[in-house]
């Protein structure tokens, strides 16, 4: 028995992609893949708006970078909202969640902030500690969910192994995040472009790791036409 189902991919029709700009010239094909990668990111941006449909939105915007962009399969508008339809109902616990935990951590970091002494410091100290947690699980949780069919248990059990098993990936994922989002505080003009950027960036390792998670089949079999065992 496999320790992780097969990519869950079987409800989406394999469709050939659309250009915006008609040549093959480097030019026309960069064109093309910032027209992608910035309609992506614009998409999660307003599906975001409302805070608790992030984590579909991320996972939506995850799944449709990885096909559409990285492998050429399938149309951006498409595959977004059907991903984000499709994954809304079990996505929306994790969102609530993770909101929740993540304006209670600010909450409590605030406090131990202002707090003087040792007790202060080890409290701040392993209150981040905890932010790591929540934010690594949440940072693999949404683009392993856009790849397989788990339950609740065993996503969150996932995740948390992959945030430890590639603890220099998702170092480099959380400077990634901080970057981005210090950018966007300071030049808010950057919100146009860094979201879909970042997702963009986000597929190189994480797609080599959900390579890692997907079981072998044989290269003559229907399965490995897939766009994901491309």
Known sequence: EQAFPFPADGMYQRTKGVSMFQNDSLF????????????????????????????????????TMAKCVRYKSGYVTKEFFSAFRKNFRQT???????????????VELKFAWDQEGRLGS??????????????GICMYLYP????????????????FLMMFKYLPVTLLL??????????IYF?????FFLPGLCIYGLTFPMEWMLRKMM????????????????
């Open 215 to 230: 079981p072998e089949v044989p290269k003559d079999s229907e399965e490995a036409q897939k766009w994901y065992y491309r």
């Open 122 to 135: 080890s409290l701040f100290i392993g209150l981040v500690f905890v932010l790591f947690l929540v934010l």
């Open 187 to 191: 030049m808010n003009w950057a919100v």
């Open 28 to 63: 026309g094909r960069f064109m093309n893949l910032m027209f992608d990668v910035i309609c992506i990111g614009l998409m999660w941006v307003i599906s975001s708006i409302p805070l608790v449909t992030m984590g579909t939105a991320t996972t939506a915007a995850y799944y």
């Open 144 to 159: 392993v969910l856009s790849r397989f069919y788990m339950n609740n248990l065993t996503l969150i059990k996932s995740s």
């Open 92 to 106: 929306i616990g994790f969102n609530v969640l993770f909101l929740f935990l993540f304006l209670m951590l600010a």
């Open 174 to 183: 959380m400077l990634g995040l901080a970057v981005a989002v210090l950018g």
